[in-house]
T-cell receptor, first 111, second 113 residues
Framework: SQKIEQNSEALNIQEGKTATLTCNYT??????LQWYRQDPGRGPVFLLL?????KEKRKERLKVTFDTTLKQSLFHITASQPADSATYLC??????????FGKGTMLLVSP | DTGVSQDPRHKITKRGQNVTFRCDPI?????LYWYRQTLGQGPEFLTY????????KSRLLSDRFSAERPKGSFSTLEIQRTEQGDSAMYLC???????????FGPGTRLTVL
């Protein structure tokens, strides 16, 4: 089965530092990976999508990479703020149907 | 607010009862998805509609679960003879036909006693 693995331990960082979250996948490369943010008691919110043939994508303070050799995506938040504290979900997909999500990594940014 | 809405937000029921949840997607979105999420886990796909057609169902979806999208707009998810293991957050998402990103609703939290 196609799995997504994210570090289940919370990531604690200081405000202003860069947060880096890891997403590893098994078996063949998905056509794309998506990253979502989820706050407690709320639905996920889409952040970024990166396709298999793209190495890097950026949006404001966010950057995501896709390394098909390592079977890994890295998600970076630069100049992190306490408001960035949330759970970040990685999901793999192909086509327009299902997404397979990882368990998510909780990020805690302290002032 | 033109986002995805779900109703009810919380539902407490006794084991063996039937429950029905409603999802209203973003109006121009053709695709509608249902997911289930338990504590500490990511959302798990349940089923997916393109307009009124149910195109895919997860093997996780037992016979007690049924979903409909009768006019290609809102959708309902019914769980019959609820079990304690059905306790979870049920999330609905929608997307445009031409786009891959999904927009999620706030979820319905189900507690089965």
């Amino acid at each position: 089965s196609q799995k997504i693995e994210q570090n289940s331990e919370a990531l604690n960082i200081q405000e202003g530092k860069t947060a880096t979250l890891t997403c590893n996948y098994t078996n063949y490369s998905p056509a794309y990976l998506q990253w979502y943010r989820q706050d407690p008691g709320r639905g996920p919110v889409f952040l970024l999508l990166i396709r298999e043939n793209e190495k890097e994508k950026r949006k404001e303070r966010l950057k995501v990479t896709f390394d098909t050799t390592l079977k890994q995506s890295l998600f970076h938040i630069t100049a992190s703020q306490p408001a960035d504290s949330a759970t970040y979900l990685c999901a793999r997909g192909s086509g327009y149907s299902t997404l397979t999500f990882g368990k998510g990594t909780m990020l805690l940014v302290s002032p | 607010d033109t986002g995805v809405s779900q109703d009810p937000r919380h539902k407490i029921t006794k084991r063996g009862q039937n429950v029905t949840f409603r999802c209203d997607p973003i109006s121009e979105h053709n695709r509608l998805y249902w997911y289930r999420q338990t504590l500490g886990q990511g959302p798990e796909f349940l089923t997916y509609f393109q307009n009124e057609a149910q195109l895919e169902k997860s093997r996780l979806l037992s016979d007690r679960f049924s979903a409909e999208r009768p006019k290609g707009s809102f959708s309902t998810l019914e769980i019959q003879r609820t079990e304690q293991g059905d306790s979870a957050m049920y999330l609905c998402a929608s997307s445009l036909t031409s786009r891959l990103e999904q927009f999620f609703g706030p979820g319905t939290r189900l507690t089965v006693l």
